[in-house]
């Protein structure tokens, strides 16, 4: 029987290019909130997947969301059962392994305190399902899945104490979340361009409202000399506008997620082959462009390297069809 690994591989191998396919009309860029009369938020669905349940929880005032799933990095690290009643070698040797093989974007929230979490409340990261974390210009949120059996008490106590991350957070037992910074109306899920993009499982998922600047993406090494020899071989300016993205992560693999139909999506899986910051081509490799179904799929030889080049926004294809030169260099 083929194994996880091997069946997400052969999901981004077929992202074959489909030259014939016409391009769909895009998506109306997300409403401004203002604009229109405050729309309440969808009901939490404890049983979709996770990128996509939360998505009833999150400002619409947020620029990234990210996602983690521990429950399907455990299933991949082969400890599908462990919580905090496991042994503790069990649990250090899982998060070593998550910490060097999987694509977390995140650490664990509750993993810094830990022993107090642990010896005082009865509850550890382990007892997480998932994870979400979303920022913007208003602030941050966060979002915990704990686990449906566990017991609540110790999670309530911790909360009343202020323990780490927890102050200021709130417990809804009903679906045993843990959250903070959410809204009740005017979230990503009244904005129908989201739900397409995370409807599949993934281990891990980034959703990102709009473009990447140029620069920014190049990261903190981008030059001017950098740039000019990127955009002689592929002058960004002639891509479609981005209105936002996901970026899932499997077993070794993972698919960017557009809106069906994109004209472009071929040119930006071509930027990422002469991306000037080597990182991104020794991480990602193997592209493939599927415009009918708005994907770019990869498959992922250094998944934490690439949910850091994923959470520092270094990603060739998100890319605005902008280009702002750098600042002269001042100085004798």
């Known amino acids: 029987m083929p194994s996880a690994r091997t069946l997400v591989a052969v999901t981004v191998l077929a992202l074959v290019p489909l030259a014939g396919c016409q391009a769909e009309k895009a998506p109306a860029r997300p409403r401004p909130v203002a604009s229109v ?3 309440p938020a969808p009901a939490y669905d404890a049983e979709a997947e996770p990128a996509s349940a939360v998505l009833s929880l999150v400002p619409q005032d947020a620029d990234t969301v990210t996602v983690t799933d521990w429950d399907a990095i455990r299933v991949q690290l082969g400890q599908p059962d462990l919580t905090s009643e496991g042994l ?10 998550a910490d060097t093989e999987s694509a977390a974007l995140t650490e664990g929230m509750l993993r810094a305190d830990g022993s107090t979490f642990e010896l005082d409340y009865g509850f550890t990261q382990d007892d997480v399902d998932w994870e979400a974390h979303w920022r913007g210009e208003d602030g941050r ?11 609540l008490d110790g999670v309530r106590r911790a909360i009343a104490d202020g323990i ?5 957070a709130e417990l809804r037992a009903a679906d045993h979340l843990v959250v903070a910074g ?7 899920a009244n904005e129908e361009q989201w739900e397409p ?3 599949e499982p993934a281990t891990a998922t980034y959703l990102q409202r709009g473009c990447t600047p140029l620069n920014e993406a190049l990261g903190p090494d981008g030059d001017a000399e950098a740039q000019a020899a990127l955009l002689e071989k592929h002058p ?3 891509l479609d ?9 499997g077993d070794h693999t993972a698919i960017a997620w557009f809106e069906l139909g994109r004209s472009d999506l071929f040119d930006r899986l071509r930027i990422g082959e002469d991306w000037p910051v080597p990182p991104f081509a020794r991480t990602f490799t193997n592209g493939a462009a599927d415009p009918s179904s708005g994907r770019l799929g990869y498959a992922v030889d250094d998944p934490p390297a690439a949910a850091g080049l994923t959470l520092l926004r270094e990603l060739p294809f998100s890319v605005c069809p902008e280009v702002v030169p750098y600042d002269a260099p001042t100085g004798l």
């Open 37 to 39: 009369p405050p729309q």
């Open 141 to 151: 949120g966060f979002a915990l899945a704990l686990r449906p059996d566990l017991a």
């Open 197 to 199: 993009l995370v409807a």
């Open 88 to 97: 503790g070698t069990d649990r250090f040797a899982f998060w070593e392994r």
């Open 241 to 249: 506008d981005v209105s936002g993205f996901a970026l899932g992560f």
């Open 236 to 238: 960004v300016t002639t």
């Open 164 to 168: 780490g991350p927890l102050e200021g």
């Open 182 to 188: 959410t809204s009740e109306t005017d979230v990503w």
